[in-house]
């Protein structure tokens, strides 16, 4: 399989605008920041904002899902990393309609810490965070609490609680 793009430095960045120039109707960076996406018409006013994100390897799939009857906003982090807590805390003061915002993500060390450092920033400027953690896979579990273990599919993840935020 033949990939194309001009430099490997540049690589998310470039996917990313061309997204974004494919669906400008669906999507928007926020504030110049291309690695925060938010649908087009957020923040929606009254609602409980929902968010995710994710590394740039084999899931910049997060901000597939950002459009309307689905995600608020992702934060799209490099290739198997993280987005930054910078990005995230851009996001979620973007997508912010007055009523909290949901982070929705994987069960990984670098989200965990990113995403709950822009919660309690943004906490401490009004916006009221919750958080659900998830894992994807059964090596996520801790051994001895095998029956506790919990299987999830990404997009279950993210399409689950949707509903209940749009149709309030």
């Known amino acids: 399989m033949k990939t194309f793009y001009n430099k490997d430095e540049n690589y998310i960045s470039e996917m990313l605008e061309g997204i974004l120039s494919a669906y400008p109707n669906l999507l928007k ?9 938010a649908r ?23 901000m597939g899902y950002v459009g309307k009857g689905l ?11 993280s987005p930054s807590m910078n ?7 973007a997508v912010h ?6 982070y929705l993500y994987g069960n990984y060390g670098g989200d965990i810490m990113n995403f709950d450092m822009a919660a309690e920033i943004a906490e401490k400027e009004g916006i ?16 001895g609490n095998e029956e ?21």
Not at 71 to 81: E, Q, R, S, T
Not at 97 to 102: A, C, D, N, R
């Open 29 to 37: 960076k926020i504030n110049g920041e291309i690695r925060a996406i």
């Open 40 to 62: 087009i018409d957020a923040p929606i006013e009254g609602k409980v904002s929902i968010v995710t994100g994710g590394g740039s390897g084999h899931l910049p799939v997060f």
């Open 71 to 81: 995600l608020d906003g992702a934060a799209i982090g490099n290739v198997f990393a």
């Open 87 to 93: 990005q995230m805390l851009t996001l979620t003061k």
């Open 97 to 102: 309609g007055g009523k909290g915002v949901l």
């Open 128 to 143: 009221k965070v919750k958080t659900i953690l998830v894992t994807d896979d059964i090596a996520s579990g801790e051994k």
């Open 148 to 168: 506790e273990w919990q299987v999830y599919f990404m997009p279950v993840k993210l399409q689950v609680p949707v509903p209940i935020k749009e149709h309030h």
